[in-house]
């Protein structure tokens, strides 16, 4: 089973709509907890961490699910501007703070 | 803008070439990383440093070989290549080491983009 895990996508979105998307992690002791975008060609930019009992910034919300083993991301009234990739990334600091990526969820938002 | 500062943007090289990418960062960090991106695929985490020590090396072929002269510098020297590791090489940056800090993110160069012919 990978560490990280997404859905590669990619999720057809109508302009103004909400779409969430999941991310899977393996390690029960991961602490930390990240979303980046990557728009193509591009390096990888933090959206927001997730925080234990969710987080949002403007039209984002993170959520955890420490249970399940998974963080979300839920993206409102979805803009054409959003069309991205969406990294999760996860830390486990028992590895040295190292930060593993999951494979992206590419969202496109269409008119 | 992200504090990291990737040289050169893109690479041409053939396979027997020695080349080196350098990597800057302006954020005070003590964790440096290459990440290598290949089309289609997800990051893949190369070597990590921490406070100047390697402390992590992903299996990766001896053809590639990283160096941290101190916390700020990170480079990469490539030499014999194969146009498979043509790629996008993101150097990344971090405050990860030292207790209490939970929240590690990593802040991205804007990579270099190799091309092996």
């Known amino acids: 089973r990978k560490e990280v895990e997404q859905d590669p996508g990619p999720f057809n979105v109508p302009e103004g709509a909400t779409v969430a998307f999941n991310c899977t992690y393996s390690?029960?002791?991961?602490?930390?907890f990240f979303w980046y975008r990557q728009d193509c060609r591009k390096e990888p930019k933090l959206l927001m961490s997730?925080?234990?009992s969710g987080n949002e910034d403007g039209r984002f919300t993170a959520q955890l699910n420490r249970a399940s083993q998974y963080i979300s991301l839920l993206i409102r009234d979805s803009k054409l501007s959003d069309s991205a990739t969406y990294l999760c990334a996860v830390n486990l600091k028992a590895a040295g703070n190292k930060l593993t990526f999951g494979g992206g969820t590419r969202v496109l938002v269409k008119p | 803008e992200t504090g990291v500062t990737q040289t050169p943007r893109h690479l041409v090289m053939g396979m027997t070439n020695k080349k080196s990418l350098k990597c800057e960062q302006h954020?005070?960090?003590?964790?440096m990383y290459w990440y290598k991106q290949s089309a289609k695929k997800p990051l893949e985490l190369m070597f990590v440093y921490s406070l100047e020590e390697r402390v992590e090396n992903n299996s990766v072929p001896s053809r590639f070989s990283p160096e941290c002269p101190n916390s700020s510098h990170l480079f990469l020297h490539l030499h014999t290549l194969q146009p498979e590791d043509s790629a996008l090489y993101l150097c990344a940056s971090s405050q990860g080491v030292g207790s209490g800090y939970l929240n590690t993110e990593a802040f991205f160069g804007q990579g270099t983009r190799l091309t092996v012919v």
């Open positions: 954020l005070g960090h003590n964790a």
């Open positions: 390690n029960s002791a991961s602490q930390s």
């Open positions: 997730v925080y234990s």
